[in-house]
């Protein structure tokens, strides 16, 4: 069951957050990155960025779908993103603790989970946030993924860390 | 109630450290349009600070504001909105001291809900100040007091279990009032011209931490995202900033050097015969692993390296941007690039201002040199333009103020004044700040603007130099590069536009891309106001009126508008032999001219009350 989604290139994340800024107008129309279904998290000193997204894991039933006590969770016909049904959501949080790499989010006024929905419309056949990407850093594309074998952020900015002063420090 | 303030966000918050009350204040909106935002509003802050007291301000008294501002464009969707600003009284000069960052700050500070930070009061304890929206606690730092601005950082993020807050701290240098410590903002991001970080330090006040999940309203939602998005795309195309993004301000390196700009070992020389090594494209191709942006930003003009030999290997710091290129390199004689960027991360992470901390060092070689310091004044090491070990070894005891240190923690007027024989004539600053790694003995305008900024010698005020180089001026005229005809005139209008610019806050790089006019259409349509070309820039003058009121209650008069010395008397070479100083008389002569263009006293140096009140500023008695 290959589909797409928004695959992260950390190497090449400078750190800019246009991807939040889009995602915000995209769902709010202003620019309000605490509400972003994509969060840049910084590591090393400044030196790491790591674009934190949800990847639409490819298995049966995702882990965040997995502990949903209202079964709110369901697979998007056109995308095949990962969508929570809002008006069941009661807001318990236990997805946003089950989600391995940490891509669900809990609206601190609505008392919602919420996630990346792969925004595609009519108009557009890319995610404003990955349109909005100048550095590579992010692409609408097929792979394989599933989020129980993922790397936390913290995992990765560490081993790309190592990867970039290998040999070096 | 509808959120009426367009632009911004509305509140200005007041934390008095002394007594840990906090006030937030609805900001009054008549009155910050009449000087902008940014830069503009928190003048007028400021003195309304000073007028409470009703005389000079004692930098390192518990009154002495610190405030941090954002500007109407602050933390909008337009591609570099990422500027905040401080200002304050500045440890070192004395006067007006507004400096300025990138990073993620002052978005976050409007997310947060405050267009405006007043910070008044000292702690008795290291503290530092969490702002999580409406919720400000005054917390302990004992256990970061010491750490360096990279420790303090994550141990704030570990600390409160969010890699999303932003952290404005000192270092061991502010600790220590140093007076050109600087404050760091989002790791890389430093205010460190005028050494406000001496004034966090006196405040014992390690940090600000701040959270916002709130968002900027704009007036013509529609419009300004049509136009930023079109501005954006002007940014991407320009081929210019195709150049800063691939090799950052040190692009300009070897132009600088080539056209004899490039200050050499205490401004003795203007052109190095190692700048090659240290240029943007030598940085480029053996230190950078990673681009990085300040928010929103597309231009992703500032890069992080690793250098990969030699004694200081295995070290990860960011830059080396041109000014810090000059005043760590060249003019400290220093041609290796590795050890540049090693003195770079240090003052970095220590919490220095790199241009006064190398322009203070390259004063204090050549005193030994000279025989002015003896072996035992400087700590027994082996100071030498070029000897980038004991360079670097100085530069730590400048942040802990050990031994030679304790004299240049003090910047170099004061040390110069305390060390004497002479030892002034070559100390290279305007009103005790140091001066950057711009040359002016062959671009004469620039010394009228150092010799006139608000803040001391600042190259970011005005940059007529390419009026200087043969560029037409707005008028249409091509000046002598060497003489003084026309160079007032662009170089005031540089600085008003600037002050304005600095208001919004504009980015430098993208101004050059959008232009004035542009910005102002950003403006207004950000706000609903209705400034017109004319009007902005004369809010710019009035800026700089306020500014130059401010430090002359700060006891700054006529004879402080000059140069070093070595500027008037010692030459340098440039093309074909030609030798060159900047004759005082030619100073004078422009001096008196940009007197003449600003309304100012010729005698004085004073704005005439008719200027101020020509200005709305007849409020001011000076």
């Known amino acids: 069951m290959s589909h797409k989604a928004i695959l992260t290139y950390p190497e090449g994340c400078t750190g800019c957050r246009r991807c939040e800024i889009a995602c915000s107008e995209h769902f709010a129309g202003k620019v309000q990155p605490s509400i972003s279904r994509i969060l840049i998290l910084n590591f090393s000193e400044g ?46 949080g236990k997805c946003v603790k089950a989600c391995p790499i940490g891509a669900i989010f809990l609206n601190s006024e609505t008392h919602k989970a919420y996630k990346c929905e792969l925004c595609i419309t009519e108009n557009s056949s890319l995610p404003p946030c990955v349109k909005a990407c100048s550095c590579n850093a992010l692409e609408y594309g097929e792979t394989p993924f599933d989020a129980s074998k993922e790397s936390t952020p913290e995992k990765i900015a560490l081993s790309l860390t190592k990867k970039l002063i290998g040999g070096i420090k | 109630m509808k959120n009426i303030s367009k632009g911004f966000v509305g509140k200005i918050l007041e934390i008095n450290l002394s007594n840990h009350k906090t006030q937030i204040k609805p900001i009054d909106l008549e009155e910050v349009k009449k000087y902008i935002g940014g830069k503009g509003y928190a003048t007028k802050l400021l003195w309304d600070c000073m007028v409470a007291k009703n005389a000079q301000i004692d930098v390192l008294d518990p009154a002495n504001p610190l405030i941090f501002a954002t500007g109407p464009l602050t933390g909008t969707s337009l591609p570099p909105s990422a500027r905040a600003c401080v200002v304050s009284i500045s440890p070192l000069t004395g006067i007006y001291d507004d400096s300025h960052v990138g990073g993620h700050f002052g978005p976050e500070m409007k997310f947060a809900g405050y267009d405006f930070i007043i910070i008044k009061g000292n702690l008795e304890e290291p503290g530092y100040i ?18 360096d601005v990279y420790e303090t950082d994550e141990l704030l993020k570990r600390k409160h279990k969010d890699r999303r807050i932003q952290v404005a701290s000192i270092g061991p240098a502010g ?20 050494g406000l970080g001496a004034v966090m330090g006196a405040k014992k006040l390690k940090a600000i931490v ?55 070992r205490n401004y003795q020389e203007a052109h190095f015969e190692y700048a090659d090594n240290l240029n943007g494209e030598k940085q480029e191709e053996k230190l950078w692993i990673q681009t990085k942006a300040c928010f929103g930003c597309s231009i992703h003009c500032s890069h992080m390296g690793i250098i990969n030999e030699g004694p200081y290997k295995g070290t990860i710091f960011k830059g080396i941007e041109y000014e810090v290129s000059d005043l760590l390199g060249a003019n400290c004689g220093v041609g290796d690039l590795n ?145 003084t005809e026309g160079k007032a005139k662009v170089t005031k209008s540089q600085q008003d536009a600037t002050a304005s610019l600095y208001s ?48 002359f209650k700060n006891g700054i008069s006529k004879k402080d508008d000059t140069l070093p010395r070595r500027i008037f008397k010692d030459k340098i070479s440039v093309d074909y032999g030609i030798k060159t100083n900047l004759p005082e008389e030619n100073f004078i002569k422009m001096l008196n001219d940009y007197y003449e263009k600003r309304g100012w006293d010729p005698k004085t140096g004073k704005p005439t009350p008719r200027k101020l009140d020509e200005l709305d500023l007849g409020f001011c008695e000076i």
Not at chain 1, 70 to 80: E, H, Q, W
Not at chain 2, 175 to 191: G, P, W
Not at chain 2, 362 to 370: D, G, N, P, R, V
Not at chain 2, 378 to 391: A, P, R, T
Request: proline share 3%; hydrophobic share 35%.
């Open chain 2, 504 to 551: 919004l806050i504009a980015c430098d790089f993208s101004t050059g891309t959008l232009g004035t006019k542009r910005l102002i259409k950003l403006l207004n349509l950000a706000t609903g106001w209705d400034y017109d070309e004319k009007e902005f820039i004369k809010t710019g003058e009035k800026i700089w009126n306020l500014s130059r009121v401010i430090n």
């Open chain 1, 47 to 92: 030196l790491i960025d790591i674009p934190l997204v949800c990847r639409q894991c490819e298995v049966e039933v995702p882990p965040c779908w997995k502990v949903c006590p209202k079964n709110c969770f369901s697979r998007d016909k056109n995308t095949s993103s990962v969508t929570i049904n809002l008006e069941e959501c009661i807001g318990c």
């Open chain 2, 175 to 194: 600790e220590n009032l140093v007076r050109y410590a600087s404050i760091t903002f989002s790791l890389h991001h430093h205010a460190a011209r005028g």
């Open chain 2, 210 to 264: 701040v959270k916002g999940t709130g968002y900027i309203d704009v007036n013509d939602l529609a419009k300004f995202e049509e136009f930023s998005d079109e501005c954006a795309k002007s940014i991407n195309a320009d081929i210019n900033l195709a150049t800063m993004k691939k090799y950052g301000t040190g692009r300009s390196i070897s132009w600088s050097n080539n056209m004899y700009l490039y200050p050499t």
């Open chain 2, 339 to 483: 050890a540049v960027a090693y003195g770079n991360m240090l003052c970095d992470k220590l919490g220095l201002d790199a241009l006064s901390t190398g322009s203070i060092i390259a004063w204090a070689i050549e005193c030994y040199q000279k025989g002015i310091l003896d072996k035992k004044d400087v700590s027994d090491l082996d100071l030498k333009f070029g000897n980038y070990i004991d360079i670097n070894k100085l530069i730590r005891k400048i942040a802990y103020r050990q031994g030679l240190g304790d004299l240049l923690a003090e910047g170099v007027k004061r040390a110069s004044k305390k060390t004497g024989r002479g030892s002034e004539d070559f100390a290279m600053h305007v009103k005790g700040l140091e001066l950057p790694g711009w040359g002016i003995r062959s671009a004469p305008s620039m010394g009228l603007n150092y010799a006139t900024t608000d803040r001391g010698g600042c190259h970011q005020r005005a940059f007529p130099i390419s009026y200087d180089l043969g560029a037409k001026t707005p008028d249409g005229k091509i000046l002598d590069r060497f003489g």
């Open chain 2, 130 to 147: 969490f702002i999580n929206d409406d919720k400000i606690e005054i917390k302990s730092a004992i256990d970061l007091w010491g750490k």
